[in-house]
């Protein structure tokens, strides 16, 4: 059985990460080194296998950036990467998290996500770059209550 390890990204992660979003076709281009802190990564040994991240504010956090490497997929990586994170925004005080996502919808829900119209997010959320110009205006917009 192989082993995993999750962990904080630094700023040595970074192009790794771009990297893995952006062969997945995920958003990249606007994370800057400062929100690297927000972020979680999954390893096999040295190498990222996954990442997740988040931007917050207050009570609110829009979910971001949540991608496991093809050839690791449905091992459980991902669901344990999620919950580690939802866990850590219930003990830093988050009430809401947000997503927009075109490809995710119903990993989402079974983790008690609820689609909701795009209008009715948080302003923070809606004036972050993520938004605004990085997802397209069909991505679906998503809530939870944690």
Same mark, same amino acid.
Request: with cysteine.
């Given at each position: 059985?192989?082993?995993?390890?999750?962990?904080?990204?630094?700023?040595?992660?970074?192009?790794?990460?771009?990297?893995?979003?952006?062969?997945?076709?995920?958003?990249?281009?606007?994370?800057?080194?400062?929100?690297?802190?927000?972020?979680?990564? $999954?390893?096999?040994?040295? /190498?990222?296998? !996954?990442?997740?991240? &988040?931007? =917050?504010?207050?009570?609110?956090?829009? @979910?971001?950036?949540?991608?496991?490497?093809?050839?690791?997929?449905?091992?459980?990586?991902?669901?344990?990467?999620?919950?580690?994170?939802?866990?850590?925004?219930?003990?830093?005080?988050?009430?809401?998290?947000?997503?927009?996502?075109?490809? $995710?919808?119903?990993?989402? /829900?079974?983790? !008690?996500?609820?689609? &909701?119209? =795009?209008?009715?997010?948080?302003?923070? @959320?809606?004036?972050?770059?993520?938004?605004?110009?990085?997802?397209?205006?069909?991505?679906?917009?998503?809530?939870?209550?944690?």
């Amino acid at each position: 059985m192989k082993s995993f390890t999750f962990h904080t990204a630094v700023i040595d992660d970074k192009p790794i990460i771009l990297q893995l979003l952006k062969e997945n076709h995920l958003p990249y281009e606007d994370i800057s080194d400062s929100m690297l802190q927000e972020y979680r990564i $999954a390893k096999e040994k040295n /190498l990222i296998i !996954g990442c997740i991240g &988040i931007q =917050r504010d207050a009570e609110f956090a829009l @979910l971001r950036s949540f991608c496991i490497q093809n050839s690791y997929r449905n091992l459980g990586i991902g669901k344990t990467i999620y919950s580690m994170l939802e866990n850590e925004c219930k003990s830093n005080g988050i009430k809401e998290l947000y997503l927009l996502t075109s490809t $995710a919808e119903s990993f989402f /829900l079974k983790r !008690g996500f609820l689609t &909701i119209d =795009r209008t009715n997010a948080p302003e923070f @959320l809606k004036n972050s770059s993520e938004f605004q110009y990085v997802c397209p205006t069909s991505a679906i917009c998503m809530k939870k209550i944690i």
